[in-house]
Nanobody
């Protein structure tokens, strides 16, 4: 069955870094655009970053531009989110998303907490 398994979350101090991973299975990964979303406490879920099927184009929400980098390895069916210069406002549950036409899949999420 379809599975998106996020990992790499945790507690980090402001200014620190984390690398999230999302391992996909059960569908043809390289056909899907991949995204990372997040939902902070008391906030709605927001799109953080997207990468095209081939990985040749990416987009970011303004608040993470220059700090976060999305990438993918189609040979490993995995998408990554490198997060640098983390701020307390980055605290959220981060979700992996796969989309192809009307098909969309979600992971269970991984908690990222930025606090001193």
């Amino acid at each position: 069955q379809v599975q998106l398994a996020e990992s790499g979350g945790g507690l980090v101090q402001p200014g620190g870094s984390l690398r999230l991973s999302c391992a996909a299975s059960g569908f043809f990964f390289r056909n899907y655009a991949m995204s990372w979303y997040r939902q902070g406490p008391g906030k709605e879920r927001e799109l953080v970053a997207t990468i095209t099927r081939s990985g040749d184009s990416t987009n970011y929400v303004d608040s993470v531009k220059g700090r976060f980098t999305i990438s993918r390895d189609n040979a490993k069916n995995t998408v990554y989110l490198q997060m640098n210069s983390l701020k307390p406002e980055d605290t959220a549950v981060y979700y992996c998303n796969a989309k192809y036409g009307h098909l969309t899949y979600w992971g269970q999420g991984t908690q990222v907490t930025v606090s001193s």
